[in-house]
T-cell receptor
Framework: DAGVIQSPRHEVTEMGQEVTLRCKPISGHNSLFWYRQTMMRGLELLIYFNNNVPIDDSGMPEDRFSAKMPNASFSTLKIQPSEPRDSAVYFC?????????????FGPGTRLTVL | DAKTTQPNSMESNEEEPVHLPCNHSTISGTDYIHWYRQLPSQGPEYVIHGLTSNVNNRMASLAIAEDRKSSTLILHRATLRDAAVYYCILYSGAGSYQLTFGKGTKLSVIP
């Protein structure tokens, strides 16, 4: 199993540009999570999908952020327009059932730099 | 959410055992104790979890105090690859899904 796959691994863009981050969860997992990690705030949950449906997006910072999961094997996190304060490492994780006791498997992350 | 308290950093010599403490005095009866670790430039990785009894797996052991107000992650023989930030997290058993990461303990392993 390849694990959770994220692309790109690194993204450098200019303020105001649209950024799309991609995630392929582990096959058979029905829950997907997007996290953001910064030095100041640590790891924060942005949004949680269960069976491709967004369950909790209360962590999404503002309307510039949107996430979709069109099918069980693909999800995107989009930032439009991007700002320098969005610079962070973005992680995608998946789990089998999404229950708290279930292990979450994290991808390698996308390091985003907004100039 | 119930909170956890961990030391900011710890050091260990290679091939020595490491005991990473975590205090969770406000833990509820349905909270599971999870440990994740994050190696440099990688995503977090599950280590172990438990509810009441001590647990062992190929990576580590988890010792849970009888009153459940504290726990200790035990790495039996630290290797250089174990240098990471270790997070102690409480998970509600009542349908919660959210991982709330604190600051964790940064473990340095000295060759």
């Amino acid at each position: 199993d390849a694990g959770v796959i994220q692309s790109p691994r690194h993204e450098v863009t200019e303020m105001g540009q649209e950024v799309t981050l991609r995630c392929k969860p582990i096959s058979g997992h029905n829950s997907l999570f997007w996290y953001r990690q910064t030095m100041m705030r640590g790891l924060e949950l942005l949004i949680y999908f269960n069976n491709n449906v967004p369950i909790d997006d209360s962590g999404m910072p503002e309307d510039r952020f949107s996430a979709k999961m069109p099918n069980a094997s693909f999800s995107t996190l989009k930032i439009q327009p991007s700002e320098p304060r969005d610079s962070a490492v973005y992680f995608c994780a998946s789990s089998q059932r999404g229950r708290g006791v279930d292990e979450q498997f994290f991808g390698p992350g996308t390091r985003l730099t907004v100039l | 959410d119930a909170k956890t308290t961990q030391p900011n950093s710890m050091e260990s010599n290679e091939e020595e055992p490491v005991h990473l403490p975590c205090n969770h005095s406000t833990i509820s009866g349905t909270d599971y104790i999870h440990w994740y670790r994050q190696l440099p430039s990688q995503g977090p990785e599950y280590v172990i979890h438990g509810l009441t009894s001590n647990v062992n797996n190929r990576m580590a052991s988890l010792a849970i105090a009888e009153d459940r107000k504290s726990s200790t992650l035990i790495l039996h023989r630290a290797t250089l690859r174990d240098a990471a930030v270790y997070y102690c997290i409480l998970y509600s058993g009542a349908g919660s899904y959210q991982l709330t990461f604190g600051k964790g303990t940064k473990l340095s392993v000295i060759p």
